[in-house]
């Protein structure tokens, strides 16, 4: 069980590294630029796939965590 925690756990970290920067609007916020943070965008190809897969895997571990918690 702690294996795969361990394995989802760093397979997470590396899969929300890869994603593009979604914040990068968000120092435009700050610093008084054109403010489209919320702008309708659609993910498309490997951006869609990192995505979902993020959502697959931390699903994971979240299911995971608590099977674990009560075992």
Do not use: H
């Not at 659609?42 to 099977?67: D, H, P, Q, W």
């Amino acid at each position: 069980m702690e294996t795969a925690l361990l394995i989802i756990s760093i397979l997470l970290i590396i899969i929300v590294l890869l994603q593009s920067g979604k914040a990068e609007s968000a120092a435009q916020i700050l610093s008084g630029g054109q403010s489209d943070l919320f702008s309708k965008r659609k993910e498309r190809g490997s951006e869609l796939f990192i995505s979902r897969l993020t959502f697959v895997l931390g699903m994971a571990f979240f299911v995971i965590c608590l099977v674990a918690m009560f075992i």
